[in-house]
């Protein structure tokens, strides 16, 4: 009898669970009895979908109510006995699953490391550690490890046929946990420290005696004599001191300095140093604040009283960093962590070293460098409040942390903080905002060129908003110089793609060992090949984008789709040997400074250059020791770096970047021609510009000469507000895709007559986009814009799942895909 009533007693429990698949709703599975202790919101389950797939699904609500339409299937097993997702986590999932308008799965799979959502498919690997004991393994864990031994790589799914068992992922979990096993492993680069080189002398010539001894030595040889003669006189005002600066002050040359290493009279020793603030110093823990600083920090602190969202409007060098780690040091102080979003985290790695000095072990780094066992690793260490300041990139929003209080957006006008593909296309910034909202965190943007959205949203009172406007120590804003291309063609003062101006200065920068940084916004040799007979261009097979010659691989290479082919001599259209380079990329600018100054050592930084492993760390710290007198590059030298010796910055062609076709591009101009300039002069010297142009009196070509971003943004606002863009209206974007143009184009139609029918002339389009197939399949744009303030746009939303429902459910428009992107970027 006491039997049967405890029988009665038990609950039969169903889970709601999100899988990292693309289905529109969350599904229910039953949860065997001997399980209903372990079941809890945020754990994952195993559980089987479709025939023979199996995942690892997270647990989003239990209840005792089964499913009406279907009979819930049981969950094979329990992962986990702590949840992994917490309940705030699973809110901003849903948030931007809503206002995103993609599917919770497709949250899940951006959200949680690979290491953490095995399915059937996940792969795994043995890890390398020889110093693993084997012998305290189960039966069934020494099996799994003999079987990578022989095949090197084994799915999921062959553990399970091998150990003739279904529920795998728990012993899985214990392999990794314990170290023998890597799931889902890249090996992707990962940071170092920058460190430099420096020489000292020997501690028994640092008296007069020694000294006099040391020289009288050297009488046969002069060049190692004058070495040493130069350090002492170098050291009298210079602590740490290198073989370049020894070399450029003495001309004793690289031999005289390396058989003075060999005899022990130098000694060599590396320090980790910082190009932070561009101030190149040891990495130190020390710093004062500026009265401009000390106003800033006050001020910022005085609006978080008020304001969730402060904008610090700071020009660049003007010493932003030392006021985030301050802020971050006063947050940790009063028990709350720190979330610091950077856009780029490959190109400011050494941030994440200055951090590091005043945080030690309570800083994470999280982003996609990282290999997913790395990733996995942070994961639990932020869960653990382990980590309670993590620097990161656009994915670290979704970690799970712990009494967040503070979110700092450094460059929050960068557009790398939106994610183009795959789905959701979050923009970083605005789910940072609400990430603060859940936490009850507050939120500091940072930029030297804010984005038109913040400084409205600022000017209009919703954000606080902090200057400052001067740059730190006695460093000054660069002088700009325009150089009109027509007026020099004319005057026969233009040699290939450089003016004599900027020829000039290049020559007088190096001449006094100083560094040049050329910027060219288009990789590669050639930006398309024509036919001067016929004006065939060569274009991809796949996409409607002409092909880009690069001379590195002698190869025509498409920048979408990745196809590349062999240069051609003859045109195929009307058979003439009349094909001619058009344009010019960062390898042509190269090759022809080559010609014009053969002197010259020169590096390029571009996403061909950095490729390897350590590629931009290579390029940046040969330019950083002086081992080029001239780096070219593409947008990439614009973002976060310092350099000592740089005095001359030129800007080849401004005309491509300001003529683009996109409501943003004024914006963007002048952000990237300031953010460029801002890499001149940044420390005692004056920094100089030269901009070459087609338009010398373009609007934006003056803002930036004048640093007048107040100007720029005046005119901005107007015309967005004259023409329904935003920070006025909200912007849609819905890309129909077909392998079939006509298809494509009748689908796109109708999608648009259906929309209109409920959103009337909000909806434009369909209209094919600047590149109108990419990878076979053609593609048709309908944009709505919708006004802020009266409209619902919970209802808009809603109206736009219908309509697309509707088209779904017409058959005719079978195997047509629908993409869509709130907040284009």
Not at 652 to 677: C, G, H, K, M, W
Request: net charge neutral; charged share 25%.
């Amino acid at each position: 009898m006491h039997n049967i009533d405890l029988f009665a007693e038990r609950k039969t429990l169903f889970v709601e669970v999100v899988l990292p698949l693309f289905i529109a709703k969350t599904y229910t599975y039953r949860v065997p009895f001997e399980w209903n202790e372990k079941i809890r919101i945020g754990i994952r389950v195993i559980v089987q979908f479709g025939k023979n797939k199996v995942y690892s699904a997270i647990v989003k609500d239990v209840s005792t109510e089964a499913p009406l339409k279907y009979e819930a299937k049981y969950i094979l097993e329990v992962v986990d006995d702590n949840a992994i997702v917490d309940g705030t986590q699973l809110k901003l999932w849903q948030w931007m699953s809503d206002y995103y308008m993609c599917q919770l799965g497709e949250v899940m799979q951006a959200a949680l490391p690979a290491a953490l959502k095995m399915a059937s498919e996940t792969k795994i690997v043995a890890a390398e550690n020889p110093d693993l004991d084997r012998t305290i393994l189960s039966d069934k864990g020494y099996l799994v490890l003999e079987a990578l031994d022989i095949a090197g790589e084994l799915r999921v799914a062959d553990v399970t046929k091998i150990l003739g068992q279904k529920s795998v992922f728990p012993l899985l979990r214990s392999l990794f946990e314990q170290g023998f096993i890597l799931i889902s492993e890249e090996i992707k680069e990962k940071y170092k420290p920058k460190t430099k080189t420096f020489l000292s002398m020997a501690s028994e010539y640092n008296d007069s005696e020694g000294k006099r001894l040391l020289l009288d030595s050297l009488n046969r040889a002069p060049k190692q004599q004058d070495a040493v003669l130069g350090f002492l006189q170098l050291v009298k005002n210079k602590q740490d001191i290198t073989r370049q600066d020894l070399q450029e002050a003495t001309a004793c040359g690289a031999g005289a300095i390396t058989a003075l290493i060999d005899k022990g009279v130098f000694v060599i020793r590396e320090k980790v140093v910082s190009r932070f603030e561009g101030v190149d110093m040891q990495m130190t823990k020390e710093f004062d604040f500026s009265n401009d600083q000390k106003y800033a920090f006050d001020e910022i602190g005085s609006l978080f009283r008020q304001k969730d969202v402060v904008l610090l409007h700071g020009v660049t060098a003007s010493g932003k960093t030392q006021l985030y780690i301050r802020l971050i040091e006063e947050m940790l102080a009063g028990g709350k962590n720190a979330l610091y979003l950077l856009p780029e985290i490959a190109l400011t790695a050494q941030i994440t070293e200055r951090l590091r000095l005043h945080f030690g072990n309570q800083l994470g780094v999280y982003h996609s460098k990282f290999n997913d066992n790395e990733r996995a690793e942070v994961w639990h260490k932020v869960l653990k409040n382990e980590f309670r300041v993590i620097i990161g990139a656009r994915s670290s929003v979704f970690l799970p942390f712990q009494n967040l209080g503070l979110i700092i957006v450094d460059e929050e006008h960068e557009n790398s903080y939106k994610q183009f593909d795959p789905a959701p296309r979050y923009h970083a910034r605005d789910t940072a905002i609400y990430l603060g909202h859940l936490h009850g965190a507050k939120v500091l943007l940072g930029s030297a060129t804010p984005s038109v959205e913040s400084y409205y949203n600022a000017k209009a009172g919703k954000y606080g908003l902090v200057q400052l406007l001067r740059r730190y120590g006695e460093a000054q804003l660069p002088e700009i110089e325009i150089v009109d291309i027509p007026e020099e063609s004319r005057k026969n003062k233009m040699h290939s793609y450089f003016s004599e101006t900027l020829l000039n200065g290049i020559k007088e920068a190096v001449g006094r060992k100083e560094q040049v940084i050329l910027f060219q916004n288009r990789r590669g040799h050639t930006p398309f090949v024509q036919c001067s007979t016929c004006g065939y261009v060569a274009k991809c097979v796949n996409c409607d984008v002409s092909l880009t010659y690069h001379k590195t691989s002698h190869l025509l290479h498409c920048h979408y789709c990745g196809h590349s082919e062999v240069p051609i001599n003859v045109c195929p259209a009307c058979g003439m040997p009349h094909m001619e380079s058009k344009g010019f990329g960062t390898e042509r600018v190269e090759e022809e400074l080559e010609i014009l100054m053969p002197e010259l050592r020169i590096g390029r930084l571009d996403l061909d250059s950095t490729r390897g492993k350590y590629g931009f760390d290579k390029i940046i710290t040969a330019f950083d020791d002086h081992e080029y007198d001239v780096l070219i590059g593409t947008q990439m030298v614009a973002k976060g770096l310092d350099f000592g010796r740089v005095s001359l910055i030129g800007i080849i062609n401004a005309d491509t970047i300001i003529n683009f076709p996109d409501f943003r591009a004024y914006e963007r101009a002048f952000s990237l021609f300031s953010q460029v300039a801002g890499r001149a002069g940044r420390r005692d010297a004056l920094g100089k510009v030269v901009i070459q142009t087609y338009t010398p009196n373009h609007r934006v070509i003056e803002q930036v000469v004048q640093h007048d971003y107040e100007g720029m943004f005046m005119k901005e606002v107007t015309e967005r507000k004259n023409f329904h863009y935003p920070p006025f209206y909200r912007l849609i974007r819905l890309d129909v895709k077909h392998p079939d143009q006509q298809q494509t184009l009748d689908s796109a139609q109708k999608l648009a007559v259906l929309l209109r029918a409920q959103l009337g002339d909000r909806v434009l389009g369909p209209e094919p986009p600047l590149v109108s197939r990419v990878r076979n399949n053609y593609i048709q744009t309908i944009t709505l814009k919708v006004e802020r303030g009266h409209v619902s746009i919970v209802k808009v939303k809603e109206l736009i799942r219908a309509a697309i429902l509707s088209f779904e459910l017409d058959k005719l428009n079978s195997g047509v895909r629908i993409q869509l992107d709130i907040d284009p970027y």
